[in-house]
């Protein structure tokens, strides 16, 4: 509270355009790139540059000279006849400090150093190397991105950590200390319809670190959601005032790792952090209206439902799907979150008892359509029905794998799709905001199966769960802590 | 306690004698058979016996008699030849009662109703079908399991609720009242190498209830572990003698559904069950040492345990595996559940630098194997190393899904397979229990692939978990709470 006058402010104009360049270089040059290893991992951002189309010019770097994927390789970066905006370094974190000299006398804004072996080693050596690289920094003003870690991904700039992630842009920014946690959440919400704006993997954040970045997004037009994976903090007081205007203006989700002791060790190994007190950070976001969570996967569902469900308080539910036993347990998840499945109303259940028997589908909330593979638009008919009940703020639908296993056979797996069909027609039909449970397959055909009906979902705008936990969970975390 | 003597006695004899017809029965009729529709899902149970290849004669009754998948079919069960000791019921509910004068009649021990449409539709017309069943039931000696259920899996006897459920044994018995969640369940955990000894799906339970299945298995050498999902219970006196004397002989697991209030309202349409006060099965499971899990995921991942894994007291583990942030994460996981991950001794971490460089690497705890893709021979050399300290009760590994994704192409595909191997060809040098982690992949070909990496640690026997919450919660629930 006492940081509301200075919240008001937005970062400095030049730290902005700073990271503009990071964000969105007009040229880039990629420097120790293993020219004999093409399939090297180190080779993901060169991968990336060509498979987004980079607009701008690509310089590779190596001394051998020559050409390389198609494009013509430079024996320095003063051999580049253009200006570079931004390099992206694979050398050994020895060379670090007077690539920065190079650069700077190249006029290059920013360097992203992938490389590790700095001060995360906890080694007398790898700690040096990291303060001469900062002191190079500050002398010559570029600034640094990492070291150890992946970088950037701006779909709308066609600059990317991987050749994979999508090409189109969404309202989500992300804040990553760990480059494995951002492969992994944009890979894990990618397919669940998640897109991103902007994206910085920062590794040991030794020149630009979390401040910066949160800075950069809440003035972002592009960005309407944050999400954060935080080992530490460099400097308390600036982040701070970062994060009160950041939550006023985004959605902000917090992974903050290295909450217990050992942990904090565990992420001072890692990107040399120091990760504070968790009951700090609890209330931090307890406070601020900030979403808290403690895993990816739990950071994946809050990122999915942030970008398909409106921020609306969740009292009443109605849930429906197939499987008696699954909507016992679907109900306990909800009500033990503080959620209501209340049953339904006479009128209602009269209604729709008129055009569907009673034997082994449950017309109560949840209601279980086990039958409804048998007679899908008796499931659509009621659905629309359940959704003018004015007590009910969401519905969940789920579609049970159990379902795929129970029908074996090619014909009966049809069914299993139709039963999917029912439910995505049912839930184009009504007239709430809908969340979609699908439950993961164990083994590949299963895996399949469950991918192709996820994905017709996720294509008409539905959020989709992949457990009774994680929708509970998720609902009660984005809808009900900002109330 | 005061039941202490009763908990000394066995099950009567006949009680016993009567559960081995159902578990063990020398010949099985099936009626209500749907010939029309042979892909029918009710056909489910005919051809399990058909797959498991049952020993005894299987009988077909449908009215118009002739064959169907090479077996006789008769017109009625007065028109079988021999003895039926066990018969599976298709029928519609309005025919039980007299399906069971019919039973009677022909000395069958026992009648399985699959059938819905009885007391959880809590309609006037079900409820008075099933009090009339009950009745019956009573007055011919003839037991009913059921109705609404989908019977009973023995591997041993070559029964089975699915065709594709494992033919061999293990020591897992269950005793759910869903069906659905039984199908579930043993999907789930077949792939991570649980098997079973006998599961029964009882569904209303009106007449053999959950308390015969926990004696029958309390009383049976096969079984070593009790996995239950209750919505209710019928008799609690007799149910807390049983669970008594279970929990001295057995593991006990326990997912009691219809804890909230709408759940157990959710639970009596299901299976018509009385769900009870929460807070006493969490007192029961506490004073007795039984394990109270509270999803169909955390049941599947305590089998899997339970089966693996030594019930010792964990209070230091070891963490390795790929990926910085991973191992930050995995860390808070343990620690917040009360274990312990302690630095590497110095000797220990000194020994391990002496192959290996740091960069990119953490020899702290977790130790962080990220370039044990380039280098597998250490990674293996290092676990050797870590599991002679003897501060640590238990080692987990993790290969991480990212790596997959990070090495796009196929040679840096083949390279994810190494580090698996590597981790596996460590897991078989250590002596220490070893638990693994493998996440699962979002796209249909992670998930093949992840699969077949689980698959090569399940047939080494290892405990496979699909995140790092699963793999904590699993250890702590089943290690610390008997201690």
Sequence with gaps: MENKEMGKETAGASAMAELDTIFRPRSVAVIGVPLSRPDSV????????????FSGPIYLI??????????????SLDHIPGTVDYVISLLPARMASELVEQSARKGVKAVHFLTAGFSEINEEEGIRLEAELVQTAKKTGVRILGPNCLGIYCPESRISIMPQFPKDSGPVGLIMQSGGNTVDLVNMTMWRGVRFSKVVSYGNGCDLNESDFLEYLTDDPDTKIIGLYLEGVK?????????????????VILLKAGSTEAGAQAAASHTASLAGNDAVWDALCRQSGAIRVHSLPEMADMLVTATFLPRIRVKNLAL????GGSS???????????MRVPPLPDDL???IREFTPAAGNIFRNPIDFSQAVFEPEKQIKAMKLISEWKDIDLIVGFHRTLYYRIMTGEAKRQLWHEMADSLLQGAKSVSKPMAIVVEPGAVPIEAAEVFSVCQEFVSCGLPVYYSFISVANALRLYMNSAF
């Design 235 to 251: 400097d308390g007081k600036r982040f701070r005032q970062a994060w009160d205007r950041a939550v006023k203006e985004k959605v």
């Design 42 to 53: 180190a080779m993901d951002g060169v991968d990336s540059l060509l498979e987004f189309q």
């Design 328 to 338: 016992v347990m679907l109900t306990d998840e909800f009500e033990s979150r503080g």
């Design 349 to 351: 259940r009269k209604r």
């Design 62 to 75: 190596n001394p051998r000279g020559g050409e390389f994927k198609g494009l013509k390789v430079y024996p």
């Design 320 to 323: 429906i799907g197939a499987g």
